[in-house]
C-alpha cells in the first residue's frame, strides 16, 4: 500500500486565495521531505527541501514567500501557495526519504500521490 | 555541471523484453533510482541501486556501474500497463535527487 499520503488530491481555486497540501509519511519516520512540481509533459522539479524542525531550502528560482513550507513533524510537511495566480496551475507532488522496514531496509525516497492544482 | 541522459522515447512489443539506458555525470554517488510514472500520476519506486552490478525483481532488473556512470532499466514480458515513463533519478553527494527527463516507453499489442 501507499506509504505517503497527500491532501487533497485535486484543488480547484480562484486567483488570489491560498492553497494548503499535506503530505504524510506513513508508518515511518521522514528524515527529510522534499516538494516537486511537474508542468505537463516536462519532468519534476524540485522546488524545496525540507527537515524537520528547520526552515526549507528552496531552489533557485522558487519563491519561499509564495510557496511556504512547514515540516511540523517527522511525518507531516504543508506546502501553502499564497495569492495562487493561473500561472501556478500545476502537479504539485511531495517526497518523503526514511526506511520503510517492510519494503526496503535502505533509505529510500518515496512519492506521494500527488495534488493536482487549477487555479482560475 | 551534473547531467543524466536517457532516450526520450522507445518502443517495444507486446512479451518482448526493452532495455532502458541511463548514463550520469554529478558531484557524487549516493545511489540511481528508477522510477515509473504514468500519465498524469506521480512517480513510482521501482528500484534502488548503489553497488556495481544486478538487481532483479520479477519482471523488472537494473543494472549500474559506476565506473562508466552507466545504468539500465530491463522489462521482460512486457504488457500493456507497462506502457509509462521511467525515469533514472542519481542522488548526489548532498543527498538530493537529479533528474532524468524520462523515457517514454510505448508498448505495441
Known amino acids: 500500500g501507499a506509504v505517503v499520503s497527500q491532501h487533497p488530491s485535486w484543488v480547484i481555486c480562484k486567483s488570489g486565495t491560498s492553497v494548503k497540501i499535506e503530505c504524510r509519511s506513513l508508518d515511518f519516520q521522514a528524515t527529510t521531505m522534499f516538494w516537486y512540481r511537474q508542468f505537463p509533459k516536462q519532468s519534476l522539479m524540485l522546488m524545496a527541501t525540507?527537515?524537520?524542525?528547520?526552515?526549507?531550502?528552496?531552489e533557485q528560482g522558487v519563491e519561499k514567500d509564495k510557496f511556504l513550507i512547514n515540516h511540523a513533524s517527522l511525518t507531516l510537511s504543508t506546502l501553502t501557495v499564497t495569492s495562487a495566480h493561473p500561472e501556478d496551475s500545476s502537479f504539485y507532488i511531495c517526497?518523503?526519504?526514511?526506511?520503510?522496514?517492510?519494503?526496503?531496509?535502505?533509505?529510500?525516497?518515496?512519492f506521494g500521490p500527488g495534488t493536482r492544482l487549477l487555479v482560475l | 555541471g551534473q547531467n543524466i541522459d536517457q532516450p526520450t522515447e522507445m518502443t517495444a512489443t507486446e512479451g518482448a523484453i526493452v532495455q532502458i539506458n541511463c548514463t550520469y555525470q554529478t558531484s557524487g554517488f549516493n545511489g540511481l533510482f528508477w522510477y515509473q510514472q504514468h500519465a498524469g500520476e506521480a512517480p513510482t519506486f521501482l528500484s534502488y541501486n548503489v553497488l556495481d552490478g544486478l538487481e532483479e525483481k520479477g519482471r523488472f532488473s537494473s543494472f549500474l556501474s559506476r565506473s562508466k556512470g552507466y545504468s539500465y532499466l530491463l522489462l521482460k514480458e512486457l504488457q500493456m500497463k507497462d506502457s509509462a515513463s521511467y525515469l533514472c533519478a542519481v542522488m548526489d553527494s548532498n543527498y538530493q535527487l537529479i533528474w532524468g527527463a524520462g523515457t517514454k516507453l510505448i508498448i505495441k499489442p
Open positions: 525540507s527537515n524537520e524542525g528547520s526552515k526549507a531550502t528552496y
Open positions: 517526497s518523503a526519504r526514511g526506511v520503510v522496514a517492510e519494503r526496503n531496509l535502505q533509505e529510500t525516497q518515496y
